[in-house]
């Protein structure tokens, strides 16, 4: 047989098996587990198999284990997953799948629940037929979480019989053996994490760092809804109350966009258009939704792994989007024959999607798995949801009129906007001229090294101005508050001065003509005073920059300068305050009598230039905040509910945090 015949077979063989899609066979024993390579590596080099040894590495190891517990449930199997956290530092993860296999493995002579914990690429996933479906690190996940625990142990609940077995830094304490009788299935996994300590140096994950509710919390509840019917319960044992929550949704993605459009006014009271769809082996889960902002929030998943850059599956349902709606708008005199088709822009302007697809071995374009690269997802995508889209267009025309006109209208802004970007464009780096007049430039041309600080009022400007480093600092002088930008499209911003002027400035351009290589500061500092007026005005430039500008906060070009709120003499003795707290505790270190003399700052422009240098911008003493979205989605809706058009969620937020304002001035 040649070659090329012979590749042929092996496609059509493999076509066959990836056509019966998620369905398993329910033989999952150990000689489903594939040996590839051993785990020394893991403990001395953690950073290549869960990015980081700090706080989001820690975090790391549960969504592996709660991976493993969730491929169980994709290849039907697992029902309810519950995610414990203990008052000693550890976490378990309990499912009711069929339960590690347990029989010898027949290459290791070893128990095959044990070789997968101990030995790297050792796992039902690596083409033995345990999984058509899997996420997590494809394998890795358990033995990885072993390696990089002081202590862990193992009890599977499988054939009337409980199996134990515990392990210390990735190293078994004693064989597998059977410690009692149970009529259930499933794997529970409690691993207490290696980190560092007094008592223990060695150990791998910075000292101090602790699992975090909320984002555990938002991350199961993300799982929750991207696997429909999925039970997971979340307990923190860690406070003086137990804390439970209870995510389970039989709507799934559904859910989700609403979940996501909570805080948003829906376009019509439909419930969301929803799409599933099985083709080639790929299975293609799409919800979507129009909202009353002028924001698009597409998602997308492959195998439950976000991928925040995209990939096959998010081309694939952006050129369905745009294919059906333009052929809605012709077919029904929406567009006229002499007007141009929409475009991607306007289609999705307002647009809450969730695209999640489900396949047997997806290819990502990096390590990091952020964007999916597997070409034949596009066309799947791309015909399900044209074909999907079209008659939902076609059987609810209330529907349709308005999402057509809310993306004519689009356009027409969008053509706008175009005009008005023009005159906030500068022609060269060179040419001066076309800066803002109030601009106080830097004498750096290289972005690396520059920084400029936006700062409001006159006065707080001058200080700025006399007291900054001209080599490399820029100040950029606001008049009271910029647009809110939440509630206008981009034409209406840009009709805002000091918008205009920080667009000028900054020389990267605006929305999808965004170019950070001609970005001209590296560090934007938003520096407002330490009042709730300062933060207000903090709170619209950061809204301004997450929605139009987002890849300077996603690459963390944006900060937020700290300057102190109070300063505290006694004798010799001068510190500056940056809190209420800190103030306590300063008066205390040198005694309250006789009594020290406490300067409180109302706003930075009370400050000399020299106050405001030392304390605020000069990089050998100042502080300052990166601002970064560690959860894109969490930013959105944090944002909608701050900055957005609903009175009664931002009250009811400002009533339940109320308790983190300390000093408000009235």
């Known amino acids: 047989m040649s070659e090329e015949m012979r590749n042929a077979a092996e496609n059509e063989s493999l076509a066959e098996e990836i056509e019966k899609a998620i369905q398993v066979t329910e033989d999952y024993?150990?000689?489903?587990?594939?040996?590839?390579?051993?785990?020394?590596?893991?403990?001395?080099?953690?950073?290549?198999?869960?990015?980081?040894?700090?706080?989001?590495?820690?975090?790391?190891?549960?969504?592996?284990?709660?991976?493993?517990?969730?491929?169980?449930?994709?290849?039907?199997?697992?029902?309810?997953?519950?995610?414990?956290?203990?008052?000693?530092?550890?976490?378990?993860?309990?499912?009711?799948g069929r339960g590690f296999p347990v029989g010898i493995h027949p290459k290791t002579g070893r128990p095959a629940v044990e070789v997968c914990l101990t030995v790297l690429h050792a796992g039902g996933k690596f083409g033995g037929g345990g999984y058509k479906v899997s996420g997590g690190l494809h394998g890795v996940g358990a033995s990885v979480v072993n390696a990089l625990s002081r202590h862990l142990e193992v009890t599977v609940y499988q054939d009337g019989?409980?199996?134990?077995?515990?392990?210390?830094?990735?190293k078994y304490l004693y064989d597998l053996k059977v410690i009692g009788e149970t009529d259930r299935t499933g794997t529970t996994i409690r691993f207490w994490p290696d980190i560092k300590a007094e008592n223990n140096p060695e150990g791998i994950f910075e000292e101090g760092a602790s699992f975090e509710f909320s984002t555990l919390k938002t991350r199961l509840r993300e799982m929750a809804y991207l696997n429909k019917g999925v039970r997971i319960v979340f307990r923190d044992e860690r406070g003086e109350e137990p804390v439970e929550k209870d995510y389970c949704f039989q709507g799934g993605l559904r859910e989700y966009v609403s979940h996501i459009n909570r805080n948003k006014g829906a376009l019509l009271p439909e419930e969301p258009i929803y799409t599933e769809g099985l083709k080639d082996g790929i299975l293609?889960?799409?919800?979507?939704?129009?909202?009353?902002?002028?924001?698009?929030?597409?998602?997308?998943?492959?195998?439950?792994?976000?991928?925040?850059?995209?990939?096959?599956?998010?081309?694939?349902?952006?050129?369905?989007?745009?294919?059906?709606?333009?052929?809605?708008?012709?077919?029904y005199k929406f567009l006229k024959d002499s007007d141009a088709n929409l475009k991607g822009d306007d289609v999705r302007e307002s647009l809450t999607a969730i695209v999640s697809i489900k396949m047997e071995d997806p290819q990502f374009e990096s390590q990091t798995k952020s964007k999916l690269g597997s070409g034949q997802v596009r066309g799947v995508v791309d015909t399900l949801?044209?074909?999907?889209?079209?008659?939902?267009?076609?059987?609810?025309?209330?529907?349709?009129?308005?999402?057509?006109?809310?993306c004519v209208n689009a356009a027409r802004a969008r053509e706008a906007a175009r005009k008005a970007r023009e005159a906030t464009r500068r022609k060269t780096v060179l040419e001066s001229a076309s800066l803002p007049g109030k601009l106080a430039d830097c004498s750096e041309r290289d972005p690396a090294k520059c920084e400029i600080f936006m700062v409001e009022g006159d006065s707080a400007g001058g200080s700025a101005k006399g007291g900054r480093d001209s080599k490399f600092q820029a100040?950029?002088?606001?008049?009271?508050?910029?647009?809110?930008?939440?509630?206008?499209?981009?034409?209406?911003?840009?009709?805002?001065?000091?918008?205009?002027?920080?667009?000028?400035?900054?020389?990267?351009?605006i929305g999808e003509e965004?170019?950070?290589s001609k970005l001209r500061y590296h560090r934007i500092v938003c520096m407002t005073d330490a009042d709730v007026d300062g933060a207000h005005i903090r709170i619209l430039l950061l809204t301004f920059f997450y929605r139009y500008m987002r890849p300077l906060v996603e690459k963390g070009y944006v900060y937020a300068?700290?300057?102190?709120?109070?300063?505290?003499?006694?004798?010799?003795?001068?510190?500056?305050?940056?809190?209420?707290?800190?103030?306590?505790?300063?008066?205390?270190e040198i005694g309250r009598e006789p009594k020290p003399e406490i300067q409180r700052y109302k706003g930075l422009g009370e400050m000399s230039s020299q106050q405001l240098w030392d304390t605020t911008m000069n990089p050998e003493t100042r502080m300052m905040m990166r601002i970064t979205p560690d959860d894109a989605m969490e930013a959105d809706q944090l944002f909608t509910l701050l900055m957005g058009e609903e009175v009664e969620p931002r009250k009811q937020f400002i009533q339940e945090n109320s308790d983190l304002v300390k000093d408000l001035d009235v």
């Open 561 to 588: 300068a700290m300057p102190p709120l109070y300063k505290v003499t006694k004798g010799k003795f001068e510190r500056y305050v940056y809190d209420d707290d800190e103030l306590q505790r300063v008066l205390d």
């Open 385 to 406: 949801v044209t074909e999907e889209l079209s008659t939902y267009l076609e059987e609810h025309p209330p529907v349709g009129k308005a999402i057509l006109e809310r």
């Open 161 to 170: 019989k409980i199996y134990r077995q515990e392990y210390e830094r990735g």
């Open 475 to 509: 100040i950029l002088p606001l008049r009271g508050k910029i647009l809110n930008v939440e509630k206008v499209r981009l034409d209406r911003a840009l009709s805002n001065a000091e918008i205009r002027a920080m667009i000028t400035a900054f020389g990267c351009g």
């Open 29 to 96: 024993g150990e000689e489903q587990i594939q040996v590839l390579e051993g785990l020394e590596a893991v403990r001395k080099r953690p950073g290549m198999y869960i990015g980081s040894t700090d706080v989001r590495g820690l975090h790391h190891l549960v969504y592996e284990i709660v991976d493993n517990s969730i491929d169980e449930a994709l290849a039907g199997f697992c029902r309810n997953i519950e995610v414990t956290l203990y008052k000693d530092g550890s976490v378990s993860v309990q499912d009711d």
């Open 514 to 516: 965004f170019d950070e």
């Open 284 to 331: 293609v889960e799409v919800a979507m939704q129009y909202n009353d902002s002028y924001q698009d929030n597409i998602y997308s998943f492959a195998n439950n792994i976000a991928t925040p850059d995209g990939g096959t599956h998010l081309t694939g349902f952006n050129t369905a989007l745009t294919r059906a709606i333009n052929d809605y708008g012709r077919k």
